[in-house]
């Protein structure tokens, strides 16, 4: 992954996941929003896999950041 986890990437990949929720029209618009925002070829799927390859000081707030944006 080339961006990295950073509190202004996670709020933009949230922000990104929340405004495809209230663009979409019908339930198809929504599960593919699911998949693009929530799925695992997600920004914050890429976030969290990349949490593995951090220095283990850095892994706990990674995963913090990655997780509060998770569940938005």
Do not use: C, W, Y
């Amino acid at each position: 992954m080339s961006e990295a986890i950073t509190e202004p990437a996670v709020e933009a990949a949230v922000e990104a996941a929340l405004a495809a929720i209230a663009g979409a029209h019908d339930a198809a618009a929504l599960r593919a929003a699911r998949a693009e925002h929530a799925g695992e070829t997600s920004a914050l799927a890429r976030f969290n896999a990349a949490i593995r390859d951090l220095p283990g000081d850095q892994k706990a707030a990674a995963g913090k950041l990655v997780g509060g944006g998770a569940r938005v």
